[in-house]
């Protein structure tokens, strides 16, 4: 009896060994770690995103996660993460290096305080700390650059410490043109081939002058309102005008504003270019500029709103002149609001009922290029508009979709497209590079480094993404090298958790950020074990306890 009895204890004893070692469910554990999604693009819309969704999915599967990872069509996946009810988990997607994305304001503003993380808005990660919060308040109200570019750097601090998101890679701009038939094609770095310049330096060496532009990714949008993706914008922007144009030295070039005048750090003047009409006729003038501006105010447009939060009101102060009162000095004002906001007829727009739903398959701006056909999936046609004030050096150009990045590479080598307008992906590049047979002798290859990232989104509002350790462990679960060296065979940037402005940014980028940017699954389930994540029998991971 007394053997039994000390048979027992000794069973109990081990029992309650095997369960504080966190092999099996404790009485302390939590539920059961949600089962999660992925969202990714399609591989042949992104074949690295699609990869490394993948490849995560894998990680957290082998740590006891019932996860998935599910590819969509771009336009599906925009309109997952920007819908009114946030219904996702995690997503694969990326933050284009557009030329006005050198200031530090769209990455540490605009995706990351909270008053952008309503549905719709960019933080659509969810991230709210009201620390940080100040901290970007604070930047982008400090007009001495120095001073702002400490702000800057104390916010990319916190933010490496959150991880409100983790960066997978940036990449190079690797883009190719046909050199046979243009010359002097810029890659400007964030905006590649494809930009709002080209225009006006491209020069036609044949009797094309028409430009044919390749891309594998759909445009579905034509209302400047709605568009989210920087593939419509890259359209968007040469049909309508802005105040405001960036130069490839990240100058801020009057554009559709003759001058501009800063009264005060908070109130400026903008003079409007005389003379200029829309693609109907019509007059451009200040009301249409004030109208076009309250329009995306009174909409909500989420996607500038931090942009367009510091604007207090708008007053015509004479013909020729808008006054922008600001609620408080907004150091990129110039530099990110006037030259991001499209200047829309309001004769047009005044009696559209629902703006932001208005599909605009005809759209009329005062930009270089008047439209002439658009037809989603297949093309979109313009053609350079007379009576603009400074002239296009080409008569138009065609914006074709292909179903693939294959079916690209295939029209370049034919001749059938003169440029692609977005990244080739590293095999193609390498085949160019290579140019076996001669066949690609008349591509010029070109690179430009990017300040544009892509990334793992997370949904802070849900299980376990809520957690920060649970983050910070999954910033140890990203191979950073294998997407870099393998999937983009070296022509690009590692990332790291909670980095948000690249390298390629040399002035606005802090160097000393500690980043989590290390493979290491054991180190990963060690911060798991260390912040009371369990596992059951089945090797289920579990929530710790509350």
């Known amino acids: 009896m007394k053997r039994r009895t000390t048979n027992l204890l000794i069973c109990l004893l081990l029992t309650f060994a095997i369960f504080a070692s966190g092999s099996m469910v404790s009485a302390a554990a939590g539920e059961k770690v949600p089962s999660l999604t992925i969202l990714s693009s399609l591989p042949e819309a992104n074949m690295v995103n699609y990869e490394m969704a993948q490849e995560v999915a894998e990680e957290l599967q082998l740590l006891g996660v019932d996860i998935v990872a599910q590819p969509m069509d771009f336009a599906v996946l925009l309109d997952v993460i920007y819908g009114e009810d946030s219904d996702y988990d995690a997503y694969t997607i990326g933050w284009s290096g557009r030329i006005e994305r050198l200031d530090p304001d769209m990455f540490i503003h605009s995706i990351n305080h909270s008053e952008n993380a309503d549905a719709g808005g960019n933080n659509t990660n969810k991230y709210r700390n009201p620390e940080f919060d ?117 100058e801020p070039v009057p554009w559709a504003a003759e001058s501009w005048d800063v009264v005060s750090d908070d109130v400026i003047d903008v003079i409007l270019r005389e003379g200029m009409t829309f693609h109907d006729g019509e007059p451009v003038t200040v009301d249409d500029v004030k109208f076009s501006y309250e329009l995306f105010i009174s909409e909500n447009v989420e996607y500038f709103a931090s942009f367009l939060t510091p604007i207090d009101t708008i007053e015509i102060v004479d013909e020729n002149t808008v006054r922008f009162n600001l609620k408080y000095p907004y150091a990129p004002f110039i530099t990110n609001t006037l030259a991001q906001i499209p200047i829309l007829p309001q004769h047009i727009w005044e009696d559209i009922e629902h703006p932001v739903t208005y599909p605009n398959l005809e759209a009329i701006g005062s930009g270089p290029f008047k439209l002439e056909r658009f037809q989603t999936g297949e093309e979109l046609v313009v053609s350079r508009f007379d009576d603009y004030f400074e002239q296009p050096l080409i008569d138009g150009y065609i914006f074709q979709i292909f179903a693939s990045p294959e079916g690209v590479l295939t029209a370049l080598e034919l001749g059938n497209v003169d440029m692609v307008s977005y990244d080739l992906v590293p095999a193609h590049t390498e085949q160019i590079l290579n140019n076996a047979d001669g066949k690609y002798d008349h591509l010029e290859l070109t690179e430009a480094q990017d300040i544009g990232f892509f990334y793992l989104g997370l949904n802070l509002d849900r299980a376990p993404f809520n957690n920060k350790a649970f983050r910070i462990a999954m910033a140890h679960l990203v191979d950073y090298d294998l997407a870099v060296d393998v999937h983009l065979n070296g022509y690009g940037d590692r990332g790291g958790g909670g980095l948000v402005i690249v390298e390629g940014n040399q002035f606005w980028h802090n160097p000393d950020v500690p980043i989590y940017d290390t493979y290491d699954p054991d180190r990963a389930r060690e911060i798991l074990e260390e912040a009371g994540f369990t596992w059951d029998s089945s090797g289920n991971l579990l929530m710790p306890a509350e």
């Open 134 to 250: 100040a901290i970007a308040d604070a930047q982008r109200q400090e007009m001495d650059i120095e001073k702002r570019r400490e702000l800057v750097f104390e916010a990319q601090e916190i933010l490496a410490e959150d991880v409100p998101h983790i960066t997978l890679y940036s990449r190079s701009n690797m883009q190719t043109y046909n050199k046979d038939r243009f010359a002097e094609v810029i890659n400007i770095p964030g905006e590649g081939l494809f930009n709002e310049w080209t225009p006006f330096t491209i020069e036609p060496l044949t009797d094309k002058t028409v430009l044919t532009v390749a891309s594998n990714v759909n445009i579905d949008d034509m209302n400047p309102l709605s568009s989210k993706s920087v593939y419509g914008w890259r359209n968007l922007r040469l049909i309508y005008d802005k105040l405001v144009r960036l130069s490839p030295e990240i």
